[in-house]
């Protein structure tokens, strides 16, 4: 049987931090040795002087999405590529249930879209849109087939929010099945008489989208999801949490012991309300939702990660082209489709809070990889380093300079959201179930060895937390 070893590295963890060369056989990890112990191995991957870290997971991605009057543009193929460049080896994508639509229509159109194009490891969150009895039945059947997570709109009327009945109805059905209720938590029915009275003045600039959904609607959304999920008796994941006072909601939550959760997203820890009002169209490019806050927010969110507020940092990357697509808005902010590009900079980006300080090394695995791992079932086949676990593994150059400019990343979409920024700390490896997909060159370029299809759909376990 072939063998490979990651020789020399120091493996870290959510936990540990040690020296040790990585064996794997089969696609999976089959011992942690002395780098003394001298093993005959077929490929030898050298990581002296480099970390060696579990595969990122990124569990909030929209690839081929249809939204906003037009469809994300990264599929499943360039999505999953890019996510492989960035040393994420699984994502979590959202089905979306059409309104008035089955589940199971839902899921078997994101298999379809994900099936031979897919070419790292994912899984699948359903987006409930109405809840009917037979839904309710039907999410029974999901959690069976491995979508053990549901996502519920606050927002989006019309679109996507479902009522707070509904909700609670959900929650109460996931309470039964072991299903992990993730919330978008803006409160959307004032936020749309804002952007009314907005355009009705004549504020069309992309900065409007900011200021038409303000820091209190995410904060009165996050207090509401909780409570319900309180009466409910249910965990609950807040997604996408972008600013202080949604933040103050959950921590009080967890301070009374209530199993809330919630993720944020390199965009509110690097980004501002500036960049959306980045002269003429250019703040297009930052429109996402919730919008980019004010840049005082970010020391908050970053205490939250530090202090296990927040648990997860995923992209909830949804990425549109300016040329054809952001561009339907240049008349109307809300016509800009809402969504941005990132699941190729998420590794690097959250290394950075681990140069400057931020957050420890361990806890940049743990939030990129282990937490997700055990909050959506994927623990502990993914999301650590250790003997059993698939060799998903990323060799992690701490001192290898890139810069995150459009000409460097691979995601499909016409400019790069950190266009200039340079970081330090990159992948030179890496291994999708002990197969390696990307690797530098000898001139420190990114070669991709991976194929589209060899991605697996990976049936999650239901939330064991
Ligand atoms: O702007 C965003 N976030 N687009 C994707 C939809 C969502 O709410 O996650
Ligand atoms: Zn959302
Ligand atoms: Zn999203």
Redesign the pocket.
């Known amino acids: 049987m072939a063998v490979t070893v990651i020789k020399g590295g120091t493996v870290v963890t959510a936990c540990d931090t040690f020296q040790a060369d990585v064996l794997i056989e089969s696609g999976r990890i089959t011992g942690l040795v002395a780098s003394s112990a001298g093993v005959t191995a077929h490929e030898v991957i050298d990581a002296t002087g480099k970390y060696v870290i579990p595969g990122g997971i990124d569990v909030?991605t929209?690839l081929d999405?249809p939204?906003g009057g037009t469809t994300s543009s990264d599929d499943f193929e360039s999505g999953t590529v890019a996510a492989a460049h960035g040393g994420t080896t699984t994502i979590v994508d959202?089905a979306i249930q059409q309104k008035g639509g089955s589940l199971r229509q839902a899921l078997d159109t994101w298999h379809a879209k994900a099936e031979g194009k897919a070419a790292v490891d994912y899984g699948f969150h359903m987006i409930v849109t109405d809840f009917p009895q037979s839904v309710s039945d039907e999410m029974g059947q999901l959690v069976n087939e491995g979508i053990s997570s549901f996502k519920l709109?606050m927002?989006?009327p019309g679109v996507l929010l479902l009522d707070d009945q509904s909700i609670f109805k959900a929650m109460l059905r996931a309470g039964e099945i072991g299903a992990l209720i993730c919330m978008?938590a803006e409160t959307g029915l004032p936020i749309d008489v804002l952007v009314e009275r907005a355009l009705a003045a004549g504020h069309t600039a992309p900065v409007y989208h900011a200021l038409t959904r303000p820091e209190v609607a995410e904060a009165t959304g996050t207090e509401r999801a909780i409570a319900l999920a309180e009466m409910a008796k249910v965990p609950v994941y807040l997604?996408?949490l972008s600013a202080q006072r949604a933040l103050e909601r959950v921590m009080e939550a967890r301070d009374r012991g209530l199993p809330a959760y919630a993720e944020t997203c390199p965009q509110y820890l690097f980004l501002s309300q500036d960049d959306l009002a980045r002269p003429g169209f250019e703040g297009a490019k930052y429109?996402?939702?919730?919008p980019l806050r004010p840049a005082h927010h970010h020391d908050h969110l970053w205490r939250g990660l530090r202090t296990y507020d927040l648990q997860v940092v995923s992209t909830?990357h949804?990425p549109f082209c300016m040329k054809g697509q952001k561009e339907l808005g240049t008349g109307s902010f809300a016509k800009i489709p809402?969504?941005?590009p990132g699941v190729e900079t998420r590794m690097h980006l959250m290394y950075e809070g681990v140069r400057e300080g931020k957050i420890s090394l361990n806890r940049f695995v743990e939030i990129t990889s282990t937490a997700p791992a055990k909050i959506f079932g994927l623990y502990p086949r993914k999301g650590t380093v250790a003997v059993g676990c698939d060799a998903d593994l990323v060799v992690w150059d701490p001192s290898k300079k890139f810069e995150l400019s459009h000409a460097n990343l691979h995601m499909k979409v016409d400019y790069a959201a950190y266009e200039g920024k340079t970081v330090i700390g990159a992948p030179t490896h890496v291994l999708s179930r002990g197969r390696l997909v990307v690797e530098d060159d000898k001139l420190g370029r990114q070669r991709f060895h991976g194929k589209a299809g060899q991605g697996q759909f990976i049936k999650r376990g239901t939330f064991a937390l």
């Open positions: 909030h929209h999405m939204f959202f709109f927002a989006y978008h997604v996408h429109v996402c939702t919730p909830d949804c809402n969504g941005m």
